[in-house]
């Protein structure tokens, strides 16, 4: 079993930062991709970051250069630094992880989400 645990979100004004994190942990031989997506209420479950286990990273074009994705391997940990944040980032966070377990299976794993509201 594999469980994600994400942290950091809440309620910020705009133009604050916040710091997601997503440690993983249980059965896992190693992480592979570690990414976060968002979603609205009606609305469907976007990309805003993604980091390989080397470090290779891509956003969303409406975060590039306000976000920053890192992960500590030894940890198996991603982070999600937010700055500059805008009314439009608000919505819920979710932790997107693919690991290699301890049986050698690959499997993608999401994290509960968590609310990041910026108000204006």
């Known amino acids: 079993q594999v469980q994600l645990v994400e942290s950091g979100g809440g309620l910020v004004q705009a133009g604050g930062s916040l710091r997601l994190s997503c440690a993983a942990s249980?059965?896992?031989?190693?992480?592979?991709?570690m990414g976060w997506y968002r979603q609205n209420t009606g609305k469907q479950r976007e990309l805003v970051a993604r980091i390989g286990r080397g470090g290779s990273t891509n956003y969303a074009d409406s975060v590039k250069d306000r976000f920053t994705i890192s992960r500590d391997n030894a940890k198996n940990t991603g982070y999600l630094q937010m700055n500059s944040l805008k009314p439009e980032d608000t919505a819920v966070y979710y932790c997107?992880?693919?690991?290699?377990?301890?049986?050698?299976?690959?499997?993608?794993?999401w994290g509960q989400g968590t609310q990041v509201t910026v108000s204006s």
């Open positions: 997107n992880v693919g690991v290699v377990t301890t049986t050698y299976l690959v499997s993608d794993y």
């Open positions: 249980g059965t896992i031989f190693s992480t592979i991709h």
